[in-house]
């Protein structure tokens, strides 16, 4: 059974920095493709960012391009997020998402496997 478990979440002030980490065990690592997505409260699941399972590719959201940074450590199985310049509207609960596949997808749907979710909080 895959699982995929977030975590380096917590409450920052506008203008910092998280980094956020998804383990995934039970599972060929090497064989997934990795996204995040996240939900903010009374709103949908968005799309954040995906990377390939070679780590050659990788895709932003808009609204985060050139601000956060996603990575993969296959010796580690996991999964990283690298969030600089937080700004308010970028609070919500984080979750990774894995699917077995060349490609990394914006499409929630497209992933088979999801973690619990951590939360990000940026203060004003």
């Known amino acids: 059974q895959v699982q995929l478990v977030e975590s380096g979440g917590g409450l920052v002030q506008a203008g910092g920095s998280l980094r956020l980490s998804c383990a995934v065990s039970?599972?060929?690592?090497?064989?997934?493709?990795m996204g995040w997505f996240r939900q903010a409260p009374g709103k949908e699941r968005v799309f954040v960012s995906a990377?390939?399972?070679?780590?050659?590719?990788?895709t932003y959201a808009d609204s985060v391009r050139g601000r956060f940074t996603i990575s993969r450590d296959t010796a580690k199985n996991t999964v990283y997020l690298q969030m600089n310049s937080l700004k308010p509207e970028d609070t919500a609960v984080y979750h990774c998402?894995?699917?077995?596949?060349?490609?990394?997808?914006?499409?929630?749907?497209?992933?088979?496997?999801w973690g619990q979710g951590t939360q990000v909080t940026v203060s004003s």
């Open positions: 998402a894995g699917r077995e596949a060349w490609n990394p997808s914006p499409l929630g749907t497209d992933y088979p496997y």
């Open positions: 039970g599972g060929t690592f090497g064989s997934y493709t």
């Open positions: 990377i390939s399972l070679s780590g050659g590719r990788t």
